[in-house]
């Protein structure tokens, strides 16, 4: 599980900060690296609710770093539309991402 964590990372690792509306003060790559803890509960059809850990993050990062992260290039193993709904389901009263 390390691998391919550390493979994702360093994939990310040359990408920039693309904020809309409001703006995300982490880069592409730092913010996906502090959501790492909610890499189980976005993996296409788990059935794995976020932990308080990814909970936690998600809250701290915020909604403009989330909207960087779901509008931004494609994310192996990762499916945006439950990432999008990580916000519901950890309780923050984020805005919807905009495309």
Request: aromatic share 6%; glycine share 8%; net charge negative.
């Amino acid at each position: 599980m390390a691998l391919p964590i550390l493979m994702f990372a360093l994939v990310m690792a040359g990408l920039v900060d693309q904020g809309q509306g409001s703006t995300c003060a982490s880069t592409f790559f730092s913010a996906l690296v502090q959501l790492i803890p909610c890499r189980a509960a976005v993996i296409p059809f788990s059935p794995i609710p976020p932990s308080e850990t990814c909970c936690g993050a998600l809250k701290a990062l915020g909604q403009p770093c989330l909207c960087v992260l779901v509008n931004g290039p494609p994310i192996s193993g990762v499916d945006r539309s439950m990432a999008m709904q990580l916000p519901e389901k950890c309780g923050a009263n984020f805005e919807p991402c905009t495309f």
